[in-house]
């Protein structure tokens, strides 16, 4: 579960990635040995010894700030399957006794019952954290090898065995089974749900290894003409089929996913992206900070000679305030200026992996905030996308806001928005004749911001859309009116949805209890 929060989202073929790191592996081992063939087994031990302890140390080092490429990258991962290689070769020395062998096998189940009890989608993973089914299994294993072991008796019954055998079909299936279910709900499964699922992906595993993977691993058992049981013909027609079904797809890509299927099916473009200044005041991943135009280049509204000026600081949920700002700036008691990144919370001293200009533009706050007499700043980001990848330092989050307090800055911290599951908002509302949504984010994502910039001015920026469920901890949310949609995509406001939210804040934002000017 962790990949569908994290690291694989929604996408169906997320798993399908990870197996590739198996697949390489597979590759690059054999030819590994091979070139170690000559120097004979001591040597092999000692080469993957040190190769799966550097594996280790890269994805310990990459883990916390390039998480993706810690969990998709086989260097990182290299690690987790030469430990099987290293039982294989003898590199580790047979346990004696039963009582060493029941000690080393009840721990390592105790490792994987550690692991699958507390590894939550916040875990940074691999790194540490995959030393507890990695080191588990391995000792389940070596000692399953030495001598009869009690959990090794367990494992021996037949479902336990059967699920062993449907296994790898079982992995290469749940996961687009699990994804599309919820692109069909437009929400997290409830439990009567998610167990129907679970039925469903045992006997798709089933059908799956009885009639894909035996005839594909015993093809001389399993297929009746002469010329069908050579290898070489299994793989022809096996890269016909992956041909037609990269046919399929190119079809479908090309022809923009085939609407013709849905005869009222009608795109409509909705408004919004375009006003946030991309490229000046809102900052693409490879501009540097030096890009940014300066104050008078990215001012919202007219010019208020003795107003004080507010800085709008954050990322794309940042900037998605804009088409609403500009509606109200005029009327607002101070100045407002855009400085907003993609992908750069507004947090100082903070790195994303995936942002290496974020740091230094962040940086600069400070003297934008000195040069110009910024008196109020305005926070906003993707805080749950943050909090999902680690990227979120509520520490730092906080020493930000504490700075900033103690120089006198009036500060206003907007909440996490609505996200939503679904991609485009009209595909949800046309295919689950539903103008409401669940949102993935509630309170579970404000509380921890309201802890670390107390304060701060909070606002909620969800209560205008959404509702409390009383069945589901997620709130359900409007998506859009007879005006039009409130959401671009999953999350971003459209200059509608911006406009609304903003118009309904706009009093908070006046803060009749706070002498802006001061």
């Known amino acids: 579960m962790q990949l569908l929060r994290k690291r694989g989202g929604d996408e169906p073929a997320s798993s399908h990635l990870v197996a590739g790191v198996e697949q390489q592996f597979y590759i690059v081992f054999p030819l590994a040995l091979l070139a170690l063939l000559p120097y004979g087994r001591s040597v092999w031990i000692a080469v993957l010894g040190a190769a799966a302890a550097a594996s280790f140390a890269l994805s310990v080092f990459l883990v916390r700030d390039h998480p993706v490429a810690a969990f998709y990258l086989l260097p990182p991962r290299l690690w987790e399957l030469v430990l099987g290689a290293l039982l294989a070769f003898g590199a580790v020395p047979d346990f004696r006794g039963r009582a060493a062998r029941e000690l080393a096998s009840a721990l390592g189940a105790a490792l994987i019952l550690v692991g699958v009890f507390t590894l939550t989608e916040a875990t ?28 090794g ?13 449907i296994s790898y079909s079982m992995y290469i299936w749940h996961w687009p089974l699990m994804v599309f279910a919820r692109f069909y709900k ?30 594909f691993r015993k093809p001389r058992a399993n297929l009746g003409a002469e010329s069908g049981r050579r290898p070489s013909t299994v793989f022809a027609r096996t890269g016909w089929a992956m041909a037609g079904l990269a046919g399929v797809g190119l079809l479908g890509h090309l022809s923009n996913g085939l609407p013709q299927r849905f005869a009222d099916y009608a795109p409509q473009d909705i408004s919004g992206r375009e006003l946030y200044k991309e490229h000046t005041c809102f900052l693409e991943t490879d501009q540097p900070p030096e890009a940014w135009p300066g104050m008078e280049g990215c001012r919202i509204g007219s010019l208020k000679a003795e107003a004080p000026t507010a800085l709008l600081w954050g990322d794309s949920f940042a900037a998605h305030y804009v088409p609403g700002l500009q509606t109200v ?37 400070d003297e934008i905030i000195d040069r110009n007499g910024i008196r109020i700043v305005i926070m906003a980001a993707r805080w749950e996308w943050y909090m999902d990848t680690n990227a979120l330092d ?13 120089r006198g800055i009036r500060i ?19 295919f689950m004749k539903s103008e409401r949504a669940y949102s993935i984010t509630g309170q579970a994502t404000d509380q921890p911001l309201i802890t670390a910039t107390q304060g701060a001015r909070f606002i909620d920026t969800s209560d ?17 009116d007879d005006q039009g949609f409130y959401f671009l995509d999953q999350g971003h406001f459209s200059a509608h949805g911006s406009t609304l939210l903003v118009q309904s804040i706009q009093e908070v934002l006046r803060a009749p209890d706070q002498t802006y000017g001061e």
């Open 124 to 151: 940074a993973f691999p790194g540490y954290a995959a030393l507890l089914p990695c080191l588990g299994a391995a000792l389940v294993i070596h000692a399953g090898r030495s001598g009869p072991t009690a959990v």
């Open 329 to 365: 700036a005029d009327t607002l008691p101070f100045n407002i200026v855009q400085y907003t990144a993609s992908g750069c919370p507004p947090i100082k001293d903070l790195s994303v992996n995936t942002r290496p200009n974020c740091q230094e533009f962040n940086r600069r706050v």
């Open 186 to 215: 437009g929400r997290d499964l409830t439990t009567k749900e998610t167990l129907i699922l679970l039925a469903v992906i045992a006997a798709v595993s089933v059908l799956s290894w009885r009639l894909i993977e035996i005839p």
């Open 394 to 406: 509520l520490r730092r989050l906080h020493e930000t806001v504490d700075a900033l307090l103690n």
């Open 412 to 430: 206003v911290v907007l909440g996490q928005s609505p996200v939503f599951r679904f991609r485009n908002p009209y595909d949800h509302t046309y």
């Open 464 to 480: 205008y859309f959404c509702d409390p469920d009383p069945c589901k901890a997620l709130p359900l949310c409007r998506i859009r």
């Open 153 to 165: 008796a367990l494992l021996t019954l037949r479902p336990v065995v059967f699920i062993g055998l």
